[in-house]
């Protein structure tokens, strides 16, 4: 690592400054002022906006494989997915997937 | 809820919030590891975990450090991949905004995909809960998802590179988030909302990290609404 130790710390002190100043944003300084219905209606969306968008290329493109898409990854997280819909429980989703991966993993050597 | 109190909310957020460990502590681990790994001293690597407490942000902002990137953009990027905390914390206006300004602040510190996501679920389920009960659910969540993402770090910056790969922790993170999604996708409209945000994300790769996913947040949001309102109109 090339930064200094001073640098480093400027970067962990500005960062936690930024990111918490981004999650006190809304929360913080509009408190419990009406927002308008069609801001509503949006930010019901958010969870399911960000993370599959997020999800996706770390399933398509896994960095552990260099970049190269990969079965027992891919398989896991159809799993965890098609487990997730049918049950409507995020452990057993996460329980799933789980049991996925090791499988394929193992199967796949 | 029938006969609920601030208390049963705050034990039925550590119930809920609890499981969370399993999926949270190989992350935090791999976060020691990759800090430990790059060169952070262990108050640095804790620093990070403490200070920052996003765990995407502080990966690409340790990646980004090792490549020699810049300080600049450095913080551009890590803050980039938060700035979808901001649509956290304006949806969780609805329901916490109504309380006191330092358990705003608290709450705002601990306002991380796996507290926002459980907690925003729990208030679409039960909107009869009272602002005091969401509150205390929140803080029930945090509870032991908080110190979990610190603790386990540590482990991982002890054990450092001796997990073997075989173990696969890195697609601990992409399980996670899809066990979330999965079960929320509820309507037409959530699916469709989910669908453009995939689609775009993918599409938009090629844009410098973090803010093509912001795009396709963005567009799948305004989706989302169209389709709700659409479905509204057909009704």
């Known amino acids: ?12 002190a500005l960062l936690g400054l930024g990111t918490y100043l981004i999650r006190f944003s809304f929360l913080g300084l509009i408190g419990s002022r009406q927002m308008p219905p069609l801001v509503l209606k949006l930010l019901r969306y958010t969870p399911v906006a960000v993370l599959p968008g997020m999800v996706a290329p770390l399933v398509l493109w896994p960095a552990a494989t260099g970049g190269e898409p990969d079965l027992a990854r891919g398989l896991a997280a159809l799993a965890a997915f098609a487990v997730g819909l049918a049950t409507r429980n995020t452990i057993w989703a996460m329980i799933g997937g789980a049991i996925a991966l090791y499988t394929m993993l193992f199967a796949l050597g | ?35 430990t790994e790059a060169g952070l001293t262990l108050a640095q690597m804790m620093g990070f ?73 729990e208030y679409e389920r039960h909107p009869e809960m009272t602002p005091d009960e969401k509150m205390a659910y929140f803080f029930g969540i945090s509870t032991p998802i908080v110190p979990c993402w610190f603790g386990f770090a ?16 890195d697609f601990a ?12 996708l509820r309507t037409l409209a959530h699916v469709a909302a989910a669908f453009t945000s995939m689609v775009m994300a993918l599409t938009l790769a090629w844009v410098p990290s973090g803010l093509g996913l912001l795009i396709a947040a963005g567009c799948a949001m305004g989706v989302g609404a169209l389709v709700e309102t659409a479905m509204e109109r057909r009704a």
């Open chain 2, 154 to 169: 540590i482990v991982g910056a002890a054990v450092g590179a001796s997990i073997p790969p075989a173990f696969a922790l």
């Open chain 1, 1 to 12: 690592m090339s930064f200094t130790t001073v640098e480093i710390w400027a970067v962990i």
């Open chain 2, 173 to 184: 993170l992409p399980i996670a988030f899809i066990a979330m999604v999965a079960p929320a």
């Open chain 2, 1 to 35: 809820m029938a006969g609920s109190t601030p208390k049963s909310a705050y034990r039925r957020g550590i119930r809920d919030g609890a499981p969370f460990i399993i999926v949270l502590a190989p992350f935090s681990l791999l976060f020691g590891v990759v800090a």
């Open chain 2, 49 to 121: 975990n403490v200070l920052v407490i996003a765990g995407a942000a502080q990966f690409t902002a340790v990646s980004l450090m090792q490549e020699g990137a810049p300080i600049a953009i450095v913080l551009a990027t890590a803050l980039a991949v938060n700035l979808r905390m901001a649509m956290y914390s304006a949806s969780l206006v609805p329901h916490l905004g109504a309380a006191a300004l330092w358990q705003r602040a608290i709450a705002s510190y601990m306002n991380v995909d796996q507290t926002y996501a459980s907690s925003i679920l």
